[in-house]
């Protein structure tokens, strides 16, 4: 049972669901089966209890017909039956949280019924929810059009002999949706072409790029923003850059929140990718720092509420490149309360000895990794990386060498730690126990580096070995 389609979409249901998708299946609108409704109380008693005897498929036919031999098929038919009811009450939860989806269908079916009163009525209801939607997304342009659709039909059903002007608003709508589809998801592949492999074809033909620049869309944000956003990723003028962030920080709801957050990370990804050409350029480095600070004051880029202990990193990391230390020292201190508190701690410390660090403070920086629980994986993996710094920085070479050997260890054990992950740490500790062995073959240790493949912190160790005397 448990291997079953059946019980893997149960178990997708939280409690409240189950208690739907019960009176769901005792309701004789979509089923006339009693021995469904039983099957499934069976299933649902024993999920409960959490029996895993009892969620046994011999042991459930046995509390159905207690004086029947098992039979597969019969169970096997049962658990179908009921898989196809559980599926078809899935769609209608989705189906009613679709937005306006339902008032549309009702319309139509108002429309094909003749009922003018209600379809009047429910045209007004949906005319005034449009019209207070913020965001006009191209979620706002499709239901625009859905409703020009719908009005345009029930306007060729009255047989009125006068023009049906609401064709041409059908077709502008269409447009308006189709425009800003067309730019979301090309900007989308444009930023993914940065980071993923992958070849894609989004076939937005210079003809409609110069044709939508020559109409005024000011008014309309799905154009007008994801055209400049286009021009940015495609011809990358630091311009360009301006205009996108000014206006996503002055019109912060011309969107939906997932669909700001989606925009916040296609900009940060271009000021990375732009820092990867150039490692030291302030312009970029200081745009990164101010976006992530307004994302998370303006919470788009919060998740329920709460930083990302991972997001935190990266801003204290753009901070200590831009050598702002007080600011990045606020913000570690300011903003550790709106992380969640099973990662609090270790972000808390492990943040504070990188600035630490960063600003020469060793012993500093070496008070506050001690202090790091290793609530995450990867702050383990940080944590232990900036430790063994320390050490060799501060001379401590006995400590250093039970750390590098213990953390060895830890890599090669531990399944939560990617292959792609796992090799330029393992690679890096090669080369700083090479580095103390061989302190008077510079010119080896630099080849050896050089030629080993992923490596982090290549930089530190390859200073490190002009240290050397």
């Not at 939560?416 to 740490?425: C, D, G």
Request: charged residues 30%; contains cysteine.
């Amino acid at each position: 049972m448990r291997r079953g389609k059946l019980y893997a979409l149960l178990v997708r249901f939280d409690k409240k669901e189950l208690r739907l998708f019960h009176r769901f299946v005792r309701s004789p609108y979509y089923n006339q089966n009693e021995k469904f409704v039983v099957f499934l109380e069976i299933i649902l008693k024993a999920m409960e209890n959490k029996n895993q005897e009892a969620m046994m498929r011999e042991n459930i036919m046995l509390q159905m017909f207690p004086d029947k031999k098992f039979d597969i098929k019969l169970f096997k038919y049962l658990s179908n039956q009921l898989l196809k009811l559980g599926e078809h009450f899935l769609a209608i939860r989705f189906f009613e949280q679709e937005g306006h989806t339902p008032s549309f269908y009702s319309m139509d079916a108002f429309v094909e019924k003749g009922l003018s009163k209600h379809y009047n009525y429910a045209l007004g209801q949906i005319q005034g929810a449009l019209t207070k939607e913020v965001a006009r997304n191209e979620s706002y342009h499709y239901n625009m059009y859905r409703l020009k659709s719908i009005e345009a039909k029930h306007f060729d059903r009255q047989k009125i002999r006068k023009t049906n002007t609401l064709l041409q608003e059908k077709i502008d709508t269409l447009d308006l949706y189709y425009f800003s589809s067309k730019l979301r998801l090309t900007c989308q592949v444009l930023n993914n072409q940065g980071f993923l492999a992958g070849t894609y074809k989004p076939r937005l033909s210079e003809g409609l790029i110069q044709l939508l620049k020559e109409e005024d869309f000011s008014e309309i944000p799905s154009i007008d923003y994801y055209l400049k956003l286009y021009d940015l990723l495609t011809e990358g003028k630091e311009q360009y850059f301006e205009t996108m962030q000014k206006t996503l920080f002055k019109r912060p709801f011309m969107f939906p929140r997932e669909e700001m957050k989606e925009l916040y990370f296609i900009i940060i990804n271009y000021c990375i990718r732009q820092l990867r050409k150039n490692t030291n350029n302030q312009f970029y480095l200081s745009r990164l720092f101010e976006i992530y600070k307004e994302g998370i004051d303006s919470e788009v880029l919060l998740e329920n509420g709460f930083i990302s202990p991972w997001t935190y990193k990266n801003i204290v990391k753009v901070g200590l490149r831009l050598r702002d230390f007080e600011g990045t020292k606020s913000f570690i201190i300011d903003y550790q309360n709106q992380l969640e508190e099973k990662f609090r701690e270790d972000a808390f410390h492990y943040n504070m000895a990188e600035l630490f660090y960063f600003k020469g403070e060793l012993e500093n920086a070496l008070d506050h990794l001690i202090k790091v629980q290793y609530s995450d994986v990867y702050y383990v993996l940080g944590a232990k990386s900036l430790l063994i710094k320390v050490y060799y920085e501060t001379d401590e070479f006995d400590p250093l060498d039970s750390l590098l050997a213990s953390f060895g260890t830890y890599l090669r054990r531990n399944r939560m730690v990617t292959e792609t992950v796992r090799e330029p740490i393992s690679n890096f500790i090669k080369c700083l126990k090479k580095i103390i062995r061989g302190r008077n073959n510079q010119d080896e240790l630099v080849t050896y580096i050089n030629e080993i493949g992923a490596l982090a912190d290549k930089k530190w160790l390859l200073q490190k070995i002009s240290e050397l005397k």
